[in-house]
C-alpha cells in the first residue's frame, strides 16, 4: 500500500539503525528497524569512513576527498532507499513531507554526507534535516506532557557495559524560554550483573541529587529493573517519573521533523544545543554612500545551516576587519584578517569574493578571493583562507 505524507526520523548509527514515522493524516506513528527486505542494514562501514575524514587540515588533497564524500552518499542513499521502500516509501521525494537524521555528534564529514544523500533522496533542504543526539532527546522530551518536563529530565543511555547521563533543565527567566542539555558522568560497569545494580546505584545518587527531576528516561538493553531493584527504588524517589524507552533517538528524530515541517508547538522555546553559533559575526561597510555595520553571520542557528557568500570593494588597507559579538550583542570584540600578495590597484576596484562556512560551532572558515574589477582589472585568482575562532 502507498503512503504519502508522512514524517520520518532516523537513527543513523553503527549497531542498530531505526526509523520512527508519524503519518500526518491519520496522526499515528511508529517505530521499525532500518531493513533491505528481511535483511539488517549498517552503516557502520560509512560512518568510520567519515571519521577517517575529520582532519585539521581541511584543504589538503579536497578533490578526493569530495570524491570519496559521492561514493559514500552513493552508498548511503542506495541503502536507505531500500530500507524507506521496504516500508512502502519507494518515491521518498513524493512520500516524504519531512524527514530527520540523527547521529550521536555531528562533523563536516557528516554533514555533508547526509546532505548528499538528501539530495538523492530528492528532498530539499526544507524538509530535509539533520541534529545531534542531545538535539534529538530535547524534542522527545519536549513532545512529552508538559507535566513531564516541568523541571529537570534526566536520560541514562546504556551502552553495554557503559552508561552516560544527560540533563535537560529549561531556563523560564527568558523570553524565549531557553532549554540546554548538559553531558553528565559517563560509568563503566564492572564485574557481572549481579554487581551492577549497586554501581549504577551511585551513579543515580550522584547524578540526581543537585537538582529536582520532574521525570527520567532510560534507554539500552543492559538496563534491567528486575535485576537493578535498589537502583530503579532510587530513580522514582521524590514522586520522579521514570520510563524505560526505545528507540528514542528516531523518535526524537522524528518530533525534530514534525516540528521544523508541520507543527511549530514549540515557538516559545529556543535550543541552546552545542552545534549552536554563540557569536554574531559582521562588518563595517558603506552602503550607498552610509557607512554601517553589515551583518554576515547571525547567532541562533546551526553552524552547518550558516554559509554567506557575498562581494565587497575593498577600501584602504590590504585586509579585512570581522566584528564578532555575542548573542546578546554584547562582548564585541574584531579579527583582523590579512591579505599579502593583493594587487595593488587604484581605490575601490579591488573586488573580492568573501565565503563563510563552519567547521564546528566555534570554527569559522573564511576564503577570499581576488576577482579583480572587470577588464580594466582583471582578477588574478589568488585565494587566501583563514579560520576564526567564533
Known sequence: ?????????????????????????????????????????????????????????????????????????????????????????????????????????????LVNLIQGVYRRLDLESSRAFLQDYKESFYYHTLYQKQELWSRNVGFFLFQDRDVS?????????????????????TVHLNGDSSVWDSQFCRMVDDSLRQNLYSAVFLMGDTFDKTA??????????????????????????????????????????LYLGDELIRNNV???????????????ISAGVNWYEAERDCEILLVGEPELIFTLSGMDGRNRREVRMELPGLPQRPPRTNRLHLRFCFESAHRM??????????????????????????
Open 165 to 185: 547521563f544527560f540533563s535537560l533543565s529549561s531556563n523560564h527567566m527568558t523570553r524565549p524560554v531557553t532549554v540546554t542539555v548538559e553531558s553528565g558522568m
Open 282 to 296: 559582521g562588518m563595517q561597510m558603506t552602503v550607498q554612500g552610509t557607512k554601517t555595520f553589515y551583518p554576515l
Open 1 to 109: 500500500m502507498r503512503v504519502h505524507n508522512l514524517i520520518v526520523g532516523i537513527d543513523l548509527n553503527r549497531t542498530a539503525p531505526q526509523l520512527c514515522y508519524y503519518d500526518t493524516e491519520r496522526g499515528d506513528s511508529g517505530t521499525a528497524p532500518l531493513k533491505a527486505g528481511n535483511e539488517e542494514i549498517s552503516f557502520r562501514e560509512v560512518l568510520d569512513a567519515c571519521e577517517k575524514q575529520v582532519g585539521d587540515n581541511l584543504y589538503e588533497d579536497a578533490e578526493s576527498v569530495r570524491q570519496e564524500q559521492e561514493v559514500l552518499a552513493d552508498k548511503t542513499a542506495g541503502m536507505l532507499r531500500q530500507a524507506l521502500a521496504t516500508l512502502g516509501l519507494e518515491e521518498p521525494g513524493s512520500q516524504i513531507s519531512g524527514m530527520m537524521i540523527t547521529v550521536p555528534v555531528l562533523s563536516r564529514a
Open 228 to 269: 537493578m531493584s535498589r537502583s530503579t527504588a532510587l530513580l522514582c524517589k521524590g514522586g520522579r517519573k521514570v520510563f524505560v524507552v526505545d528507540n528514542l533517538f528516531a523518535r526524537g528524530a522524528c518530533c525534530g521533523a514534525r516540528e521544523k515541517t508541520v507543527e511549530k508547538r514549540l515557538a516559545g522555546y
Open 365 to 390: 572558515m573564511i576564503e577570499v578571493q581576488d576577482i579583480g574589477f572587470g577588464e580594466m582589472f582583471p582578477g588574478t585568482g589568488q585565494i587566501w583562507r583563514e579560520e576564526l575562532k567564533a
